[in-house]
């Protein structure tokens, strides 16, 4: 069964830190492009980070602007996860965290159910 599974939001001040972990079970996640989503209250979906298959470019990440030098996306090949290092975090970054999974070669997309990250102080 494919699943994308979230782990490790919470409840954090403004300056800490947080590890976002995604487990992928039913694929090989290192053979899709996988990234991470947020989606704050009242507003649209948006892609924070994008790590690419390494079979694309060989695991390049990506990021949004307002989190470059802040969040680090990372896959772990052994243990089938894609995770989310979040630094100096602001709460402007509140919102539910999303994984996701895509490979145009496969035609499939995958998404978890998100984990809820709160930066309040």
């Known amino acids: 069964q494919v699943q994308l599974v979230e782990s490790g939001g919470g409840l954090v001040q403004p300056g800490g830190s947080l590890r976002l972990s995604c487990a992928a079970s039913g694929f090989t996640c290192s053979s899709y492009a996988t990234s991470w989503y947020r989606q704050a209250p009242g507003k649209e979906r948006e892609l924070v980070a994008a790590i690419t298959s390494i079979t694309s470019t060989g695991g390049r990440a990506n990021y949004a602007d307002s989190v470059k030098g802040r969040f680090f996306i990372f896959r772990d090949n052994v243990k089938n996860t894609v995770s989310l290092q979040m630094n100096s975090l602001k709460p402007e970054d509140t919102a539910v965290y999303y994984c996701?999974?895509?490979?145009?070669?496969?035609?499939?997309?995958?998404w978890g159910k998100g984990t809820l990250v709160t930066v309040s102080s």
């Open positions: 996701n999974a895509e490979s145009r070669s496969y035609g499939a997309n995958y």
